[in-house]
């Protein structure tokens, strides 16, 4: 009765492919988000979703595309992998954008 | 510009005694902010969250601590236990965006 989750965990890739990470959350809200995780552990926001409606937009490349077909779903699709996508994602959630957010458990996206 | 940034990048304390880990924000807009933990290989664990209109707030072996006036919070962990060595950040939810934006983070290790 995982809250927030996300596949897959791990993600190994070569530089070029496209890739995509699903996210699901249980706990009724209607507000979802991508966060970036580097590897000095720096969270940045990616993207934030209000009932299926993209909010933020944080100079994303368009290689990232989020697509959210209902409230409780948050998928992440990566054109192009480049060796500087390399991070942790974590998908995240929470009841308007103005409450505590629970995360996810990352994924870990290696490009080679 | 936004930025949350922390005092120190580590900190070691002995099993029981008591841990304080310091977080400075920049964004004066700041009204929200919450602590989390964050153990290897997991997402972001919500700690505790204060508003604005509040100086103090406590949990269970847990007490944050707000200076608008000098733009500082705090987390106090009382008797450090091995299961709180783990990564903590602070992290301020602006006004206007409804995002949450992330300090560098503070490892924390106890030694037993």
């Known amino acids: 009765d995982t809250a927030v989750s996300q596949t897959p965990k791990y993600l190994v890739t070569q530089m070029g492919n496209d890739k995509s990470i699903k996210c699901e959350q249980n706990?009724?809200?209607?507000?979802m988000y991508w966060y970036k995780q580097d590897s000095k552990k720096f969270l940045k926001i990616m993207f934030s979703?209000?009932?299926?409606?993209?909010?933020i937009n944080e100079t994303v490349p368009n290689r990232f595309s989020p697509k959210s077909p209902d409230k409780a779903h948050l998928n992440l699709h990566i054109n192009s992998l480049e060796l500087g996508d390399s991070a942790v994602y974590f998908c995240?959630?929470?009841?308007?954008?103005?409450?505590?957010?629970?995360f996810g458990s990352g994924t870990q996206l290696s490009v080679l | 510009g936004e930025s949350v940034g922390l005092h120190l990048p580590t900190l070691s304390v002995q099993e029981g005694d008591n841990s304080i880990i310091n977080c400075a924000y920049s964004?004066?807009?700041?009204?929200?902010f919450i602590w989390y933990k964050q153990e290897s290989g997991k997402g972001p664990q919500f700690i505790i969250d204060?508003?604005?209109?509040?100086d103090k707030r406590q949990g269970q072996r847990v007490t944050v601590l707000l200076n608008k006036t000098v733009k500082h919070l705090s987390l106090q962990i009382a008797a450090t236990q091995p299961g709180d060595s783990a990564v903590y950040f602070c992290?301020?939810?602006?006004?206007?965006?409804?995002?949450?934006?992330f300090g560098q983070g503070t490892e924390l290790s106890v030694k037993p």
């Open positions: 992290a301020e939810n602006i006004i206007q965006g409804g995002k949450l934006i």
């Open positions: 995240a959630s929470s009841q308007g954008d103005r409450a505590k957010v629970f």
């Open positions: 204060i508003r604005s209109n509040m």
């Open positions: 964004n004066s807009a700041s009204d929200y």
């Open positions: 706990l009724g809200h209607d507000t």
């Open positions: 979703y209000n009932n299926k409606e993209l909010i």
